[in-house]
């Protein structure tokens, strides 16, 4: 990554299986979907701007029983490969990191469920899902959108609403990716979770996900660990605050990776008619599903 700076610029959209995604995951697709999940495998699974990171330094967490000083050997990226990012070439991608991991990887993906690679799914790997409301979720990927000098520029705050409605910025429509998982609890190993859960009680959601992978902790563990992923704590910590990544590829003049991580900053930015518009857009896309997210009007 910081090796080769020349390569990184906003790269455009192309769609795979209908789904748009930055221009060097379309024009590397094949391995990815062929890739060769392991059974013990764990896929970190989210709509980008979900609270990934914060998911995957829980998980580093558990999977190190709690041990601080382990999670600060390398940062979040390397500790834990995102699947489907590639650049243009020298730069390895995502799939050529994970060849060389040793098992039991813990992987990170922005894929719709229908994009996953079948291999996963055949080998009946968990997969932990973070979604989190739509408003906040818009709100956090505008802001990472103007940051990120690989994302297209998200241009002027009312058309970027419209672009997420329309589905049309990376990884594809935010009610499709949260609705399919939603859905396919019933048939795969899907711990899903709610970023709003996670901020209203952290040990509790941390004590879901250690059950989930079947690893025991004493409580003053989960405390510790509810610590160590608490908002400051993370945004202070150069291995899980996005500090190390290149600036040709984060753009730190113009925002942080740890902006803010709050529920509701979304009424900082909607007008109403713009709230007026998504909500009842918003009834109409998540018509029919069970799904329902916390109501931080
Ligand atoms: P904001 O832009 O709203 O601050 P992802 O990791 O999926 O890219 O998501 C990034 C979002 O999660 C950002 O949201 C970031 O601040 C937030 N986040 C990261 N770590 C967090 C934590 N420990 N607690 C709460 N929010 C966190």
């Known amino acids: 990554l910081h090796e080769h700076p020349e390569v990184f610029r906003r790269y455009p959209l192309v769609p795979v299986h209908g789904i748009p995604l930055m221009e060097p995951i379309a024009q590397q697709w094949a391995p990815i979907e062929n890739f060769e999940a392991r059974p013990d495998d764990l896929l970190i699974s989210t709509y980008p701007k979900a609270g990934t990171t914060w998911m995957q330094?829980?998980?580093?967490?558990?999977?190190?029983?709690?041990?601080?000083?382990?999670?600060?050997?390398?940062?979040?990226?390397?500790?834990?490969?995102?699947?489907?990012?590639?650049?243009?070439?020298?730069v390895p991608s995502g799939v050529d990191t994970l060849v060389d991991v040793p098992s039991p990887r813990v992987i990170k993906t922005h894929l719709p469920f229908q994009l996953v690679p079948k291999s996963f799914f055949e080998n009946n790997c968990k997969i932990i899902?973070?979604?989190?409301?739509?408003?906040?979720?818009?709100?956090?990927?505008?802001?990472?959108?103007?940051?990120?000098?690989?994302?297209?520029?998200?241009?002027?705050?009312?058309?970027?609403?419209?672009?997420?409605?329309?589905?049309?910025?990376?990884?594809?429509?935010?009610?499709?990716?949260?609705?399919?998982?939603?859905?396919?609890?019933?048939?795969?190993?899907?711990?899903?979770?709610?970023?709003?859960?996670?901020?209203?009680?952290?040990?509790?959601?941390?004590?879901?996900?250690?059950?989930?992978?079947?690893?025991?902790?004493?409580?003053?563990?989960?405390?510790?660990?509810?610590?160590?992923?608490?908002?400051?704590?993370?945004?202070?910590?150069?291995?899980?605050?996005?500090?190390?990544?290149?600036?040709?590829?984060?753009?730190?003049?113009?925002?942080?990776?740890?902006?803010?991580?709050?529920?509701?900053?979304?009424?900082?930015y909607f007008t109403v008619a713009q709230n007026e518009a998504f909500d009842a857009d918003y009834q109409r896309k998540m018509e029919g599903t069970t799904l329902r997210f916390r109501d931080v009007l």
Request: contains cysteine; charged residues 30%.
């Open 57 to 90: 330094e829980i998980v580093d967490l558990i999977r190190s029983g709690g041990d601080v000083e382990k999670a600060r050997r390398a940062p979040t990226y390397v500790r834990i490969p995102f699947l489907e990012i590639c650049s243009p070439p020298p």
């Open 129 to 268: 899902y973070v979604a989190r409301n739509a408003k906040d979720n818009l709100v956090s990927y505008y802001f990472f959108d103007r940051m990120n000098l690989t994302q297209p520029d998200p241009g002027p705050w009312d058309s970027y609403v419209k672009k997420f409605m329309e589905g049309k910025v990376a990884w594809g429509s935010w009610y499709d990716h949260v609705r399919r998982y939603w859905d396919e609890r019933a048939n795969h190993r899907i711990l899903y979770v709610f970023y709003e859960d996670v901020k209203e009680d952290p040990a509790r959601e941390i004590c879901r996900v250690k059950d989930f992978l079947e690893i025991d902790l004493p409580e003053d563990i989960v405390q510790k660990i509810t610590h160590h992923t608490s908002f400051q704590v993370m945004k202070e910590n150069p291995m899980s605050n996005y500090s190390t990544f290149p600036e040709t590829i984060f753009d730190k003049r113009i925002g942080s990776f740890m902006r803010k991580g709050e529920v509701g900053d979304w009424k900082n």
